[in-house]
């Protein structure tokens, strides 16, 4: 079903609903303003570089929730872009998404840092060209450029 909601098939509501929820706006808003964690981190690192660099949020993600975070914790104006599974109904690591997004911000691959979480995704950008950055929250194995903190990503984008 999270699969569903996450291509925009079903919205949030309606997952929530199905998982037995009786208000599901509410159980929906009340785990992302109380029960999310957000890295501390980007806001600093993005004050400091978004002017300098094209950020666009790539994600699997419900339309609804991707929307409601962004805007209440106040990330919006860091992206020039925004591109959820959810509104554009494909999921990474689906090469569509991909370009997609290239050709929504008018970028060649080659102009592309794709930073992630998991591997298949960054595999897939990396196929079509696009430069890949492990963000190893996990502790996963990468052959490729790993970072576990936004100074590291701040350091390797430096190089």
Same mark, same amino acid.
């Given at each position: 079903?999270?699969?569903?909601?996450?291509?925009?098939?079903?919205?949030?509501?309606?997952?929530?609903?199905?998982?037995?929820? &009786?208000?599901?706006?509410?159980?929906? $808003?009340? #785990?992302?303003?109380?029960?999310?964690?957000? /890295? *501390?981190?980007?806001? =600093?690192?993005?004050?400091?570089?978004?002017?300098?660099?094209?950020?666009?949020?790539l994600?699997n993600?419900?339309? &609804?929730?991707?929307?409601?975070?962004? $805007?209440? #914790?106040?990330?919006?104006?860091?992206?020039? /872009? *925004?591109?959820?599974? =959810?509104?554009?109904?494909?999921?990474?690591?689906?090469?569509?998404?991909?370009q997609?997004?290239?050709?929504?911000?008018?970028?060649?691959p080659?102009?592309?840092?794709?930073?992630?979480?998991?591997?298949?995704?960054? /595999?897939?950008?990396?196929?079509?060209?696009?430069?890949?950055?492990?963000?190893?929250?996990?502790?996963?194995?990468?052959?490729?450029?790993?970072?576990?903190?936004?100074?590291?990503?701040?350091?390797?984008?430096?190089?």
């Amino acid at each position: 079903m999270f699969t569903k909601a996450g291509n925009g098939s079903l919205s949030s509501d309606a997952f929530l609903t199905l998982l037995g929820y &009786e208000n599901p706006q509410y159980c929906m $808003e009340d #785990y992302l303003m109380h029960y999310l964690t957000l /890295d *501390k981190e980007f806001i =600093g690192f993005a004050e400091k570089y978004f002017r300098k660099y094209d950020f666009v949020l790539l994600s699997n993600d419900v339309s &609804e929730w991707s929307a409601f975070i962004t $805007e209440y #914790y106040q990330r919006n104006q860091y992206f020039m /872009d *925004k591109i959820v599974s =959810g509104d554009v109904k494909c999921r990474m690591p689906d090469d569509k998404i991909f370009q997609l997004t290239l050709e929504r911000i008018k970028k060649q691959p080659s102009e592309c840092i794709f930073i992630d979480n998991s591997v298949k995704n960054l /595999d897939a950008a990396e196929k079509l060209g696009i430069k890949p950055i492990l963000f190893n929250r996990d502790n996963v194995t990468y052959a490729g450029t790993i970072v576990n903190t936004f100074a590291e990503l701040e350091a390797v984008l430096l190089c």
